[in-house]
């Protein structure tokens, strides 16, 4: 069965480093992939899409890879601030119907 | 950007009662909606893909005729958790797709649903 993997432990990065949450997925090949941002309590909110053709992505802070040989995307914060503390979701899809299939999510601290 | 609403943000019912929750797509039409829920400290789970026009299809395991999801236009959807038990205390929510913008999705912010 298709599977997402993230990493399960919070990740704890000084204000001002580059953080980098990992995505790994198994047993299909998602056309593009999207990276979500969750706050407690809240919905997700929409970051980065790329698709299978895109080695890279970037948005501001952001950047996203995407590497269809080792099955992994990448996520990466440069330049940290405490504002970006939040559980980040990983989610690959197929094409067709627009379902995402979602990670449990990586829960990133950044300290002052 | 696109904006989805949903209502009410909390809920508390009796056991036996029935909730409905409403996700509205407020600046866009969403031909396509979904329902997720979601246990805490858990991933996102599809409980149903909603199309505007006709039935729900729903994920296996999620009992149809007890989440009931009407899509009546294209920016109203609407899930009725009917003859609610504690064990269906969750955070529901809904997201939107909106056609013109491409494969992303909107999220309203959620509903905390508690049957006591």
């Known amino acids: 069965s298709q599977k997402i993997e993230q990493n399960s432990e919070a990740l704890n990065i000084q204000e001002g480093k580059t953080a980098t949450l990992t995505c790994n997925y198994t047993?299909?090949?998602?056309?593009?992939l999207q990276w979500y941002r969750q706050d407690p309590g809240r919905g997700p909110v929409f970051l980065l899409l790329?698709?299978?053709n895109e080695k890279e992505k970037r948005k501001e802070r952001l950047k996203v890879t995407f590497d269809t040989t080792l099955k992994q995307s990448l996520f990466h914060i440069t330049a940290s601030q405490p504002a970006d503390s939040a559980t980040y979701l990983c989610?690959?899809?197929?094409?067709?119907?627009?379902?995402?299939?979602w990670g449990a999510g990586t829960k990133l601290i950044i300290k002052p | 950007g696109a904006v989805v609403s949903q209502h009410p943000s909390w809920v508390i019912c009796k056991s036996g009662t029935s909730v409905k929750i409403e996700c509205r797509s407020l600046?866009?039409?969403?031909?396509?909606m979904f329902w997720y829920r979601q246990f805490p400290k858990q991933s996102l789970m599809l409980m149903a893909t909603?199309?505007?026009?006709?039935?729900?299809?729903?994920e296996q395991g999620v009992e149809k005729d007890k989440f009931l999801i009407n899509h009546a236009s294209l920016t109203l959807s609407t899930l009725t958790v009917t003859s609610a038990h504690p064990e269906d205390s969750s955070f529901y929510i809904c997201?939107?797709?909106?056609?013109?913008?491409?494969?992303?999705?909107?999220f309203g912010p959620g509903t905390r649903l508690t049957v006591t």
């Open positions: 997201s939107a797709r909106d056609p013109s913008s491409g494969y992303e999705q909107y």
């Open positions: 600046d866009f039409q969403a031909t396509t």
């Open positions: 909603s199309n505007e026009g006709s039935k729900a299809t729903y």
């Open positions: 047993n299909y090949s998602p056309a593009y």
């Open positions: 790329i698709r299978e």
């Open positions: 989610a690959p899809s197929l094409d067709s119907n627009y379902q995402l299939i």
